[in-house]
């Protein structure tokens, strides 16, 4: 039984010199953002009352400074999207949509609308391109979509397909959604 005391009470200072040397703390991470500038702020095992920035060197210099490197809170503040981490990226991937515009409608001879479609933004992007294809009295024969790339503040002239040659006969006019979001 002696042994088996020994065994546990040396496990247990083993497991807190570990976390008392790694900082570890159940509460911290939440409301100490404005604590990691200026050499102070932040130190481990705040639930056991140790205060690491302190006691790791005089004055709070290299010691303070070394934990908070290693900090995960510090990393998380990094990518955080109030500090232009992924929030700065999806601000410049939100593209506008591309203006759409009929050039020809299918006829029995050919099965396909043609539109010219124009991009407003810097970058090239592709687009998706919705035409309804309608009959003489306006009811919907088909409906077609197709992606296309176009490059950025260009004009690109796009073919949509029907799904065959035989649906042609019965299309009398089309009409182009107005606007191809980017995909």
């Known amino acids: 039984m ?25 509460g911290r991470g939440h409301g100490h953002g404005s604590s990691h500038s200026g050499g102070g702020g932040g130190g481990g095992c705040s639930s056991s009352g140790q205060d690491h920035d302190s ?24 990518t955080d999207d109030t500090y232009g981490g992924s929030g700065s ?21 050919q099965a396909y609308a043609t539109v010219e ?9 592709y687009f ?3 035409v309804d294809f309608l009959d003489a009295g306006s009811d919907r024969v088909e409906e077609q979509s197709t992606d296309k790339y176009v490059a950025g503040n260009e004009t690109t002239t796009v073919q949509v397909d029907l799904s065959s040659p035989g649906v042609a006969a019965k299309v009398d006019h089309c009409n182009p959604q107005p606007y191809a979001s980017a995909g």
């Open 117 to 125: 479609v124009t991009n407003p933004n810097a970058t090239g992007a």
């Open 55 to 78: 006691s790791s060197s005089s004055g709070g210099t290299s010691g303070s400074r070394y934990h908070d490197y290693d900090d995960d809170d510090d990393y998380t503040d990094d």
């Open 2 to 26: 002696d042994r088996r005391g020994q065994k546990f009470r040396f496990t247990a200072v083993s497991v807190f010199v570990v976390l008392a040397l790694t900082g570890f703390s159940t």
């Open 128 to 130: 998706t391109v919705t």
């Open 89 to 109: 990226s999806d601000a410049s991937t939100t593209l506008q949509d591309a203006s759409v515009k009929l050039i020809d409608c299918a006829t029995p001879t």
